[in-house]
Nanobody, 121 residues
Framework: QVQLVESGGGLVQAGDSLTLSCAVS???????VGWFRQAPGKEREFVAT????????YYADSVKGRFTISRDNAKNMVYLQMNGLKPEDAAVYYC???????????????WGQGTQVTVSS
């Protein structure tokens, strides 16, 4: 079992930066933690993922170069640093854990409750 709790969402202006946090607890040894987002009326989409054990990161094309995923194993935290935010980045952001560092939400078994990011133009 893995538990995840997101925080850090809010209202920002276009071009601003925001960092989301995901507190991870439970069996973390070989998991991957991903960030997904869902805008109203749209499917939940992949944003970024990272291996808990080895780090690294893989990104959706839409956020590559603007967003950075990182983890702090000592604090049991995963972060999503978001720079150059655009109105189209507005969504509920979810962190999720699974056994594969995949872009597919079906590979993630545990989900947080989400945190809202709103970007005004």
């Amino acid at each position: 079992q893995v538990q995840l709790v997101e925080s850090g969402g809010g209202l920002v202006q276009a071009g601003d930066s925001l960092t989301l946090s995901c507190a991870v607890s439970g069996r973390t040894l070989n998991i991957c933690v991903g960030w997904f987002r869902q805008a109203p009326g749209k499917e939940r989409e992949f944003v970024a993922t990272i291996s808990w054990r080895v780090g690294g990161g893989y990104y959706a094309d839409s956020v590559k170069g603007r967003f950075t995923i990182s983890r702090d194993n000592a604090k049991n935290m995963v972060y999503l640093q978001m720079n150059g935010l655009k109105p189209e980045d507005a969504a509920v952001y979810y962190c999720a854990a699974g056994s594969r560092c995949s872009t597919m939400k079906s590979d993630y078994y545990y989900w947080g409750q989400g945190t809202q990011v709103t970007v005004s133009s």
